[in-house]
C-alpha cells in the first residue's frame, strides 16, 4: 500500500470519526532491553491531528516507547505490532521513518562537537524534503527559513553556527529540538519531556512554538511529566504509562488528576498480576 | 646478502656520473651510500619501524630519468598568489615564478650542487643530519639526491608568502630521491606547501624518500603544510628536518590519503629558547593501505612550548602508525609539551598503533599525552539519522566533524570547484570531502 493513499484528505473532523486514517497504531508491543522486559502489551493508537500525553512514573518505559518508534537498536521488539500510516514501522530503518515524517524530539539530545548546527540541519532538511519529492535547499533558503523558526522560539541565530548540541544549556538543547521539528515538519512528533529542565519563560516560549506546529494532519505524542506544558498546549488523550502498559486513558482531566495525586491512587486499581496485553 | 651489497654498490657506480655536484658532493654520496649498505633499509629490528613493514622497494633509480630524459608534465595548478616549484622526480626541478623579488631567494638543490664549493653553507645546511636521526633513509637520498627546491626568505618580505612545492611522481616503479632546503632569517614568516601528486593523475607505484631541511631564525614563522594523494601502490617516505631558532614558530598540517605505505617525519630541535612548536596530521586510509606519522620533538632550550594532535579514520584492513617522541633535555626548564592521537576505525579489520614516548630529562615541565581508539559514536548515529541522514551521510558527518581541526583552515562545507580550489584549506579540503563523499554513499547499516 502506498503512502500517498493517505495524503487524501477525508473527514476534516479530528479524532472524532472513526474513518480517519490511522496515523500510528500500536497493538499489544512487548520490547526488551539487554534482557528485561520493559514494555509488556502496550497498546496506543493515534489519530492524525491528535494529541496525546504520555504520563508515568520514572522508569515505567515512557522513553523506551519514544525510542522504539525512532528505531533505536538497542530495544528488543519481542511482540507485538506498530503500523504507521499503513505501513509496518518496525520494518523501516531509522531514517526512513525520518524520511517519512516521524520525529523524536530526544529526551537527551546528544552533542557532536565540530558538526555545525547549520550543517547538520541543511543536510538533514535536504534529506527529508528528497525524500518527499521537493527541491533540496541552498545555504540561503535555508537561512531564510531557519531564521523563521528561530525567530518563533526566540534563539539567537549564533546558534547555527555552533557545534550540534555541544555546551548547549539544558533548556537550549530542548529549544534546538523543537526547532528541528520545525524545520522537518514531521507527520508524527514524539516530544520526549521536552519541557523537562525549562525555566518558566523557557516553557512558555517552547509551548507556544509546539502549539504553533499543531496542524489538522500533525499528530503528537507529548511526554511529561507535568501540566505546565499541557495548560499550553492542549492534549485530546491523555495515557498513563505504567508497569510496561497503559494503565488508565482519559481526557485533558487525568493530567490535573496525576499532577494532584501522584500514581499510587491508579497503580492500587491495578489487579495485583496484570495479565499482559489489554 | 654480501653478493647483493656488492651489486648495489655497482648499480651506484653506474649512475653516480649521472647526478648532479662535483667531486666533493660525489665523494660525499659515495660514503652515504656506503653507510646506507651496511645499515640496509629500515625494517622490523628498528623500533621506530616496528609497525611500518617498508619491504623492498626499488632503490636504484632509473637511468633515463637520471640522464633527465624524463618527460615534461603539466603540472595542476599552483596556489593563487604563489611562488611555485615543480620537480617531477624524472625531470629536473623548474622555478614557476615569473620574476624573484629581493627578499625571496628560490632555486633549485641541483644548482646548489653543481656549484660545489661556492655554495659552501648551503651544502652543510642541505646534508646537516638531525641529532636523533638513526635510520639510513637519510644516507640513502644524500647517495642518490638529484634535485628539488631552495628557498631562502631574506628579511624584508611580507608576512603572507605562500610557496608552492609540487612534486610529480611518475607512473611505474621508480624511485625518486629528493630534498628541498629552506631558510628562513630572522624575523620572517612563510607558509610552505609540500605538496605531492602523480603526473597526470595516473597510479604509481614509485618508491619515494624525500627530505625537507627546514631552517628558522630567530622569531620566525614557518607554515609547513604537507598533502601527499598519490594513487596507485606507492612507498612514500618523507621527512621534515627542522631546526628552531629562538622564538620562532614551527607548524605542521599533514594530510596522508594516498599510496600503499606512507610516512612523514618531523624531526623538530630547537636551537634557542622560547620556540613554539604546532604538529598535526590526518591520516585517512581504506583497503590495505598503511599511514605513518612519526614525530621527534627535542625541547634543548628554556621555555618551549609544543603541541601534537594526531587523527586517523580508517576503512577496511587499513592500518595508521602514529610515533610520537618528546624529548626534553637536561636544563630545557619551563617547557610545556603537549600530544594527543585520535583514531576511528570504520571496520573491526583496521588498526591503528599509537606510541607516545616521553622522555624528562628537566625540572619544571608540563607533559601530557592522550590516545583513544574507537568507533564512531553510536549514539550520535541514532540521532543523526533520526533526522533522516543515511548511515552513510551520519558517518561522514561525524568524520567531518572530528577531522576538522587538524587541517589548515579547517574543512571547507563543501568540495571546492573552480577558483576556490586554489587556496590551501581547498587543498586539503579536496581529498578529504572525495574521502568522505565515497562514506556518505555508502547504504549499509
Ligand atoms: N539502553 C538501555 N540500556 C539498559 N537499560 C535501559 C536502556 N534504556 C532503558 N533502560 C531501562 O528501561 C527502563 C525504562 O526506561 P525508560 O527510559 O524508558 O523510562 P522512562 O519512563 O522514560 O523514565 P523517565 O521518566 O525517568 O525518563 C528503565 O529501567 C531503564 O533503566
Ligand atoms: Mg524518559
Redesign the interface.
Known amino acids: 500500500m502506498s503512502v500517498d493513499n493517505w495524503k487524501t484528505p477525508t473527514s476534516p473532523s479530528v479524532g472524532s470519526s472513526g474513518k480517519e486514517p490511522i496515523m500510528l497504531s500500536i497493538r499489544n508491543l512487548h520490547v526488551s532491553v539487554e534482557g528485561d522486559e520493559i514494555l509488556r502489551g502496550l497498546n496506543l493508537e493515534v489519530g492524525p491531528g491528535q494529541v496525546h500525553a504520555i504520563m508515568g512514573p520514572n522508569g515505567s518505559g515512557k522513553s523506551t516507547l519514544a525510542n522504539v518508534i525512532?528505531?533505536?537498536?538497542d530495544y528488543l521488539v519481542t511482540g507485538g505490532s506498530i503500523t504507521y500510516l499503513g505501513r509496518n514501522l518496525l520494518e523501516m530503518?531509522?531514517?526512513e521513518?525520518?524520511?517519512e515524517g516521524v520525529?523524536?524530539s530526544?529526551q537527551y539530545?546528544?552533542e557532536?562537537?565540530?558538526?555545525s548546527t547549520a550543517?547538520?540541519?541543511r543536510?538533514?532538511?535536504n534529506?527529508?524534503l528528497q525524500?518527499r519529492g521537493e527541491a533540496p535547499v541552498d545555504a540561503f533558503d535555508f537561512m531564510e527559513r531557519a531564521g523563521r523558526h528561530l525567530d518563533l522560539l526566540e534563539m539567537d541565530r549564533s546558534f547555527l553556527s555552533r557545534?550540534l548540541n555541544e555546551g548547549f544549556s539544558g533548556g537550549e538543547k530542548k529549544r534546538n529540538e523543537v526547532f528541528?521539528m520545525a524545520m522537518?515538519e514531521p507527520k508524527l512528533a514524539v516530544l520526549d519531556e521536552t519541557d523537562s529542565g525549562l525555566d518558566i519563560d523557557s516553557l512558555r516560549i517552547v509551548a507556544r512554538g509546539v502549539q504553533a506546529l499543531r496542524t489538522p494532519r500533525r499528530s503528537m505524542i507529548v511526554i511529561t511529566h507535568y501540566q505546565r506544558l499541557l495548560d499550553h498546549l492542549v492534549p485530546d488523550f491523555t495515557h498513563v504509562l505504567a508497569h510496561g502498559r497503559i494503565i488508565r486513558s482519559g481526557g485533558r482531566e487525568l493530567v490535573r488528576q496525576v499532577e494532584e495525586r501522584g500514581y499510587g491512587w491508579l497503580l492500587e486499581e491495578l489487579p495485583a498480576s496484570a495479565p499482559a496485553g489489554a | 646478502m654480501f653478493d647483493s651489497l656488492s651489486r648495489s654498490m655497482e648499480s651506484f657506480h653506474e649512475l653516480l656520473p649521472y647526478l648532479p655536484g662535483s667531486t666533493l658532493i660525489h665523494a660525499s654520496r659515495q660514503r652515504a651510500m656506503e653507510r646506507f649498505l651496511t645499515r640496509g633499509l629500515p625494517g622490523r629490528r628498528d623500533e621506530d619501524w616496528k609497525n611500518t613493514p617498508l619491504g623492498s622497494p626499488p632503490i636504484h633509480p632509473g637511468l633515463a630519468f637520471l640522464a633527465g630524459e624524463g618527460s615534461a608534465w603539466r603540472e595542476p595548478p599552483m596556489l593563487a598568489g604563489a611562488f611555485g616549484v615543480a620537480f617531477s622526480g624524472t625531470a629536473a626541478a623548474r622555478v614557476l615564478a615569473p620574476e624573484q623579488p629581493d627578499w625571496l631567494e628560490l632555486g633549485t638543490i641541483a644548482s646548489v650542487l653543481e656549484q660545489g664549493s661556492h655554495s659552501h653553507d648551503l651544502l652543510s645546511l642541505l646534508l646537516q643530519r638531525p641529532s636523533s636521526l638513526e635510520d639510513s633513509l637519510d644516507d640513502l637520498n644524500t647517495a642518490y639526491l638529484r634535485d628539488g627546491a631552495l628557498l631562502r626568505v631574506r628579511s624584508g618580505a611580507p608576512e603572507n608568502v605562500v610557496v608552492h612545492l609540487l612534486t610529480g611522481l611518475p607512473p611505474g616503479r621508480d624511485a625518486i630521491y629528493g630534498r628541498h632546503l629552506v631558510v628562513l632569517e630572522p624575523g620572517t614568516s612563510l607558509t610552505l606547501v609540500e605538496h605531492l601528486v602523480s603526473v597526470d593523475g595516473a597510479e604509481t607505484g614509485a618508491f619515494v624518500n624525500g627530505v625537507t631541511k627546514l631552517y628558522l631564525g630567530h622569531g620566525a614563522n614557518l607554515e609547513h603544510l604537507f598533502v601527499q594523494e598519490v594513487p596507485g601502490d606507492a612507498s612514500l617516505v618523507n621527512s621534515a628536518h627542522v631546526w628552531q631558532g629562538t622564538e620562532s614558530s614551527y607548524t605542521l598540517r599533514s594530510l596522508l590519503v594516498g599510496g600503499a605505505l606512507a610516512r612523514l617525519e618531523a624531526r623538530v630541535q630547537s636551537s634557542g629558547p622560547g620556540t613554539i612548536t604546532d604538529l598535526r596530521g590526518l591520516a585517512m586510509g581504506r583497503g590495505q593501505q598503511l599511514h605513518d606519522h612519526f614525530t621527534l620533538v627535542e625541547h634543548a632550550h628554556e621555555g618551549g612550548k609544543s603541541f601534537q594532535s594526531f587523527k586517523s579514520v580508517l576503512e577496511h584492513q587499513s592500518r595508521s602508525v602514529f610515533n610520537g617522541k618528546v624529548l626534553i633535555e637536561p636544563g630545557a626548564t619551563g617547557v610545556d609539551a603537549r600530544q594527543g592521537s585520535r583514531s576511528v576505525l570504520l571496520s573491526d579489520m583496521a588498526t591503528a598503533h599509537s606510541r607516545p614516548q616521553l622522555e624528562i630529562y628537566a625540572d619544571d615541565v608540563k607533559c601530557s599525552h592522550g590516545a583513544t581508539v574507537g568507533e564512531l559514536d553510536q549514539d550520535a548515529m541514532f540521532y543523526l539519522r533520526s533526522r533522516g541522514l543515511s548511515t552513510g551521510q551520519a558517518r561522514a558527518l561525524m568524520l567531518r566533524a572530528f577531522v576538522a581541526d587538524v587541517l589548515p583552515g579547517g574543512l571547507l562545507e563543501t568540495v571546492p570547484r573552480g577558483e576556490d580550489m586554489q587556496s590551501t584549506t581547498a587543498l586539503f579540503s579536496g581529498p578529504v570531502h572525495r574521502w568522505l563523499e565515497r562514506i556518505s554513499k555508502q547504504e549499509d547499516s
Open positions: 525512532a528505531g533505536h537498536g530503518p531509522v531514517e521513518r525520518a524520511r520525529f523524536l530526544f539530545p546528544v557532536i562537537p565540530g558538526l550543517q547538520f540541519m543536510s538533514a532538511l534529506s527529508v525524500a557545534s528541528q522537518l
